[in-house]
């Protein structure tokens, strides 16, 4: 089976591969933020959250539902800068899947990865980690809103975390980006070989 991948080529696809998994779980995952609220763990993504106050009527009494899930609509999402970050994010990881996933499919098509089309490739992938950045980096802006506020002890502002820490996926998704926009957009130049000229 021919590759129209290089050596350099080969380790670019795998590592693009990884690092768009990184991002995408960790995106996905809602351990972006801890805290805890009424003596049970609490945690929050982008846009999901892991256990919440719900009303339980047979008891009169506010109780905490630790199970995981998406808020009920876009608008439920806490704050607007979490609502830009799980676009933007989204995005990101979007192009860095779709980059991925050509990256992999050189393995079996001869004629998919040039010198120009790794180039191309390599810039999508540092558009893409470049999204996934900017939408980290916003994320903190979102910790003064009042579902954060009550799980951090109503201690937490915007950059200010209060009694909550920062979580496993957050740091995932930062790193699957760091390292696609450092790594993988610079060996993607390497990634294709040369094109034979064909003389029509």
Not at 103 to 122: K, N
Request: glycine share 12%; charged share 10%; aromatic share 12%.
């Amino acid at each position: 089976m021919a590759s129209s991948l290089t050596s350099a080529g080969v380790v670019w696809a795998l590592l693009s591969f990884l690092c768009a998994a990184a991002s995408c779980v960790g995106f996905f995952m809602p351990y972006w933020l801890l805290g805890s609220q009424m003596g049970k763990p609490v945690s929050f993504g982008t846009f999901r959250r892991c256990s919440y106050p719900v009303r339980d009527e047979a008891r009169q009494a506010t109780v905490m539902l630790e199970q995981c899930g998406r808020y009920a609509s876009f608008q439920g999402i806490p704050s607007l800068e979490w609502r830009i970050c799980t676009v933007i994010i989204g995005l990101g990881c979007g192009l860095l899947l779709l980059v991925a996933l050509t990256a992999l499919m050189g393995f079996c098509l001869s004629d998919l990865i040039s010198r120009t089309i790794g180039r191309v490739a390599g810039g999508i992938q540092f558009f893409g980690a470049l999204m996934i950045g900017s939408g980290c980096a916003l994320y903190p802006l979102g910790w003064d809103s009042d579902e954060v506020r009550q799980t951090c002890s109503n201690r937490s502002n915007q950059f200010e975390l209060g009694s909550c820490e920062i979580g496993w996926a957050f740091y995932c998704t930062g790193a699957g980006a760091s390292a696609a926009m450092m790594l993988c957009t610079w060996m993607a130049c390497f990634a294709g070989k040369r094109q034979k000229q064909y003389p029509y």
